[in-house]
């Protein structure tokens, strides 16, 4: 059945009137337009158009609606278009159902956001041309295991969760890979969330002697943790992980906290010129918009190589606004993007570049 509907696809796609192609590579967006994923659908629209622009490059821009209306049109638009590959991808529902005709065209598809592991394992058996230019569901954990293992081997240290779903496997994640290589928690407990002081956990802690937490909660929680660990005195380092960046105009954060995260691009090395280049259009170079330029990029390179654009994918490495990119053979990032940053003058910003191993 789903041959058919296949079949069906690719033999309605003559129907629809192919737009004028310029002088290079035709790129596919896909990328919300209407509802509250709208801005971040424009972030990823500027990122592709500035980047496709500086090539001779053509975009041809498709809206996804990331919900369950995502179905055969999105992959049926990115054929007739005849682009060289689709990036953007910001939700599920549109990408899944876009594979199956995307592998059958060989077009290549980026996702800037999708983190599922049972899809990408899915377009591994398959053979779905499906990259992935976010992390992978396993890096966050991955990236706290290798910064507690470099910095906290001689330290007594706890883990903690505020009880959630994420924060909980993402804890036990690190406490699982933690034990495999003989490093123990003197401590690990969950905590109530959303409290207005947290002195009693910080005397728990106090007591139990550890001078380190991990903690698994939200920006929040672990802003009051180390005002109330400041408060009673108590030398609390705290490390926790992407949910640190959200916004939180209450509680301010304490300088020294840290956060295994995705650093701002636009102020490292490799993003400042572009993000500049950016501003000078008008364009503020936040959120997806490296990212997007960052894939059409690494396509386009890609492409330059000639051969087949897959296996190039697979195989290269290329430059762009976030840094070196390059793919494993699982087709996930090769080198882990989440960085060690730490709270300094009102601000994550990357950790001190030796400590990072750079």
Known sequence: MKSAVLASLFATI???????LAAGLTFAVVAPTEGPLAILGQQVRDGARFAAAANGDTVVEIAEACDETDGAGIAGQIIAAD?????GFLCTEGLAAALPALGEAKIPAITLSVRSGILMEDALKK????????PGPKAEAEKAVEVITRDWKSEPFALIDDGTIHARELVEAVRLQLEEIGMKATFVDTFRPAQEQQLTLVRRL???????????GDRTDVAVIARDAKAEKVSLALLGGEALLGADPL????????????PDYQTLPDGTSVAAAMQAEGIVAEGYVLPAHAAISVVAAAAAEGGDLIEKLTTGTFA?????????SDHELRDNPYRLLVWRDGA??????????E
């Open 251 to 262: 509680v301010p954060m304490t300088d020294g906290v840290q956060a295994i995260a995705l």
């Open 127 to 134: 053979k779905w041309p499906l990259f992935r230019l976010a």
């Open 206 to 216: 106090a007591k139990t002697g550890v001078t380190h937490v991990f903690v698994g």
């Open 320 to 328: 762009t606004a976030l840094g070196p990119v390059a793919f494993g």
């Open 14 to 20: 003559g129907a629809v009137a192919s737009p004028a």
């Open 348 to 357: 994550f910003t990357p950790a001190d570049a030796e400590k990072e191993g």
């Open 83 to 87: 682009a060289r590959a689709a990036i």
